[in-house]
């Protein structure tokens, strides 16, 4: 019978199906000493991908704990309660079950206090388990490393890549924010479970992983331009779980009853713990989260459009059409030779007071970017790398075939599909890279000139 679970003592990760091998990964030489000079760490002990994988739950449990059920939280929300938190109540009797309200539930102070009501009813609660989808997990993970408990995951959507993370994704006090985490030890991922997610979600979990592509190409060019450390290993773990995806989306749309459907869904859910696990290894969202991330940051911190009703996901593969745009128009020019490297005239401060300033959140932002990225970067070598820029950026598909792809998948492209204006779109760039300290080529093209275009 071949393995289908992922088990860091065996220091052999397989992704292994019923039909058949569809990928083998060995990474037992990314755990520890790596070529890129760092020792790698990966938390998660266990992780299975199966159908009715839930109901070994109680099992694969007493491998990591041998406390009383009733030292068990388990977090949920309305919806997932009715999709697996039901069954996990019934496989950990006695267990303190906490339901958040789904609707308006968000990874935030509001969310996380909500829950730590929930686990004041269990003082003595030593573990925590999430059963959900992205939110769900941040606000636990988040949780359990506060408290200093241990921490399983049970998604019940292939809706994101951060199951495995080790920081939380939150907006606190209205800033996006990368909080402490903890990674899960044990993930419970139910095929029968997460493939009957509404498909929106999937989709969602499809646009986060296309999203690599630019994430890639942001931190490969900034080690290009800074020295920033980069794991060529750890890319190539996440150009995989790309790949995988990119193969299994027209699966992804057939029918549930069909056997090529469902493990279309594991192929998918294993690419999303991959780009975790890839995380888990440099210790933070680098490999995962660049342009388009911040694009999605930015219109979730609403300092320039309203609430929106969007997954994670769906803000990321927006972002990533913008990002892609935007990138392959700068190509273009550089080899055009009507690209130039201008001095950097500083932080936008002026903009940035008058949009963060609105919400009070102006002292965040100039927090967020102290030291500036841009003050590392020396614009005479970056003059000289232009070309070597536009080689890193020729590897990226172009606008039609990534549309096609998201097409293919149900995912959405363009603003207007998420209620937001198309006159927002230069703002959107311009405020982005703000948001998170971290040196993306969108931030770096601050610095460009590029003949007969007026403005920035
Ligand atoms: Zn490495
Ligand atoms: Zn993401």
Redesign the pocket.
């Known amino acids: 019978m071949i393995p289908n679970i992922i088990k860091t003592e065996m220091l052999l990760y397989q992704l292994g199906f019923k039909g058949g091998f569809v990928v083998q990964i060995d990474v037992s030489n990314?755990h520890g000493a790596?070529?890129?000079?760092?020792s790698?760490e990966i938390f998660v002990k266990e992780i299975l991908v199966e159908e009715n994988a839930l109901k070994k739950l109680p099992e694969k449990l007493s491998r990591i704990y041998t406390g009383a059920y009733a030292d068990i939280s388990v977090i949920c929300d309305t919806n997932t309660y009715q999709a697996a938190g039901e069954a996990v109540e019934k496989l950990l009797p006695g267990c303190n079950m906490i339901i958040l309200p789904a609707k308006d539930l968000h990874a935030d102070n509001h969310g996380v206090a909500l829950a730590e009501k929930g686990l004041k009813i269990s003082p003595n609660t030593k573990l925590i388990i999430a059963v959900g989808s992205g939110t769900v997990h941040d606000i636990s993970r988040y949780l359990s490393k506060n408290y200093g408990l241990n921490f399983v995951s049970v998604p019940t959507a292939a809706s994101v890549d951060g199951f495995v993370s080790t920081v939380s994704a939150m907006t606190w006090n209205g800033l996006k924010k990368t909080m402490p985490g903890v990674s899960p030890e044990l993930v419970i991922a139910d095929t029968n479970i997460f493939s009957k997610a509404p498909y929106r979600l999937t989709a969602s979990g499809i646009s986060d992983l296309l999203g690599k592509y630019t994430a890639l190409t942001d931190w490969e060019i900034s080690h290009m331009v800074t020295g920033e450390y980069i794991?060529?290993?750890?890319c190539e773990l996440e150009m995989t779980a790309l790949k995988e995806v990119c193969s299994c989306i027209e699966d992804l749309r057939g029918s549930l009853e069909e056997e090529k459907t469902l493990k279309a869904y594991e192929r998918l859910m294993y690419a999303l713990l991959l780009s975790g696990i890839a995380m888990q290894?440099i210790g933070n969202s680098r490999p995962a989260s660049g342009a388009e991330h911040h694009i999605s940051h930015l219109w979730e911190m609403e300092v320039i459009n309203g609430p929106l009703d969007a997954y994670h996901g769906e803000k990321v593969s927006i972002g990533l059409m913008i990002v892609v745009h935007t990138y392959h128009k700068i190509k273009n020019a550089i080899k055009n030779g009507i690209c130039k490297v201008i001095p950097y005239k500083g932080m936008e401060f002026e903009v940035l007071q008058e949009t963060f300033g609105k919400k009070e959140l102006y002292e965040g932002i100039l927090e967020e970017n102290t030291p500036d990225p841009l003050a590392l970067v020396d614009s005479d070598k970056l003059n000289s790398q232009l070309p070597s820029i536009a080689g890193v950026l020729d590897k990226l598909p172009s606008e039609s075939e990534l549309l096609k792809l998201l097409s293919a998948a149900g995912c959405k492209k363009e603003m207007k599909e998420i209620s937001l204006e198309e006159k927002l779109l230069p703002i959107t760039i311009r405020l982005a890279p703000y948001v998170r300290n971290r040196l993306t080529f969108l931030r770096l093209s601050k610095l460009f000139k590029i003949k007969n275009e007026t403005g920035d």
């Not at 790596?34 to 760092?38: E, L, M, P």
């Not at 794991?231 to 750890?234: D, K, L, N, S």
């Open positions: 990314f790596c070529s890129c000079g760092r790698h794991c060529h290993r750890v290894m």
